[in-house]
């Protein structure tokens, strides 16, 4: 178990679409001041039995994010909607190495719960 900080530092300023500056460059931003994670993510192998069957013991309201497998159709199989993490990019930036794994927010961080079903993410 580890924490993820999604606090950035902003690179460039954000302007509106008449050059006005909306947010200075350097200015520290964490996502979760203004949008909180209401439901788990759990982000797992779609190809992997064992790691469908870790997701489905999860709670009910998870969101299932795969890192590999089709989501459409399992998505199908299960009556469920299951999102997709194009090359891994969402698990890699929260620096999840193995998979599965849980996601649940706690205050401005992010607490991530590796399973002892461990498959190298990527």
Do not use: C
């Given at each position: 178990?580890f ?35 209401k ?13 469908i ?15 590999k ?17 194009q ?31 461990r498959?190298?993410?990527?």
């Amino acid at each position: 178990m580890f924490y993820f900080d999604p606090t950035i530092t902003l690179k460039e300023e954000i302007v509106d679409n008449k050059g006005k500056i909306v947010i200075p460059k350097k200015t520290v931003y964490n996502p979760l001041d203004n949008h909180s994670l209401k439901n788990p993510l759990l982000f797992l192998n779609g190809e992997d039995q064992g790691h469908i069957s870790w997701a489905m013991e999860q709670e009910e309201e998870a969101v299932w994010v795969l890192t590999k497998g089709n989501p459409f159709e399992l998505g199908e199989q299960l009556g469920k909607s299951i999102k997709f993490d194009q090359g891994g990019v969402i698990a890699k930036r929260m620096a999840i190495k193995y998979i599965p794994a849980k996601v649940v927010q706690e205050g401005k961080k992010l607490k991530i719960e590796e399973s002892s079903l461990r498959k190298k993410n990527g």
